[in-house]
Every structure is written in C-alpha cells, then in structure tokens.
C-alpha cells in the first residue's frame, strides 16, 4: 500500500508560481511511477507530468513543457511539481498518483487557482 498526500496549492495571479508536493509512505518507491494529473469539474482529468522514481526521467504534457518541472527528493519520499508562468487555464484540483506493478494509489488531490 502507498499512501499520497499532495500540498502546495492555493490561490495565485496570472504569472506567479507554486510548486506542489506529494508525499508517499507505506512502502518503498522503486518500480513506481509517479504521475500528476488535474482536474476541472465537468472536465476528464488531464495527465500532466510523470516522473519514473528509480530512473528519474520525466515526461511532460505538452500543455505544460517548459513551465512545469516533475522532480523527487529521495530521502523524502516526495516528488514536487513546479508550477512557474501559471495561467489562468491551469486552474484545477491536482492529483498525485502511484503506479507500482499492477496497484495504481491515488492522493485527495490540492486545488490551485490562478487569477488574472
């Protein structure tokens, strides 16, 4: 069992920055990927970023290449997403998930709302 726990969101202007964290206990990472995803009511969730914890490549959507950044602190159990240059479209409840082996986790998921 893997336990996420996403923090970091909140409200920002149009051009600012947050950077989110998603906290994982319950077992060891290795062979997992960690995935963000976003969510705005009425919408399908949206894949945004992917980062592979025993390798640390990354994969990003392309709505977001170049302004977000998927990174993993080790010691922490933790992967960030960096959030810089936010625009107003990237308001949504984002969502950390885990997929190791066949067992997908998911966290509550943390709101950001970006303001013009």
């Known amino acids: 069992q893997v336990q996420l726990v996403e923090s970091g969101g909140g409200l920002v202007q149009a051009g600012g920055s947050l950077r989110l964290s998603c906290a994982a206990s319950g077992r060891a990472l290795s062979g997992c990927y960690i995935n963000w995803f976003r969510q705005v009511p009425g919408k399908e969730r949206e894949f945004v970023a992917q980062i592979s914890w025993i390798s640390g490549s990354t994969l990003d959507a392309d709505s977001v290449k170049g302004r977000f950044t998927i990174s993993k602190y080790n010691a922490g159990n933790t992967v960030y997403l960096q959030m810089n240059s936010l625009k107003v479209e990237d308001t949504a409840v984002y969502s950390c998930?885990?997929?190791?082996?066949?067992?997908?986790?998911w966290g509550q998921g943390t709101q950001v709302t970006v303001s013009s």
């Open positions: 998930n885990a997929i190791c082996g066949g067992a997908v986790y």
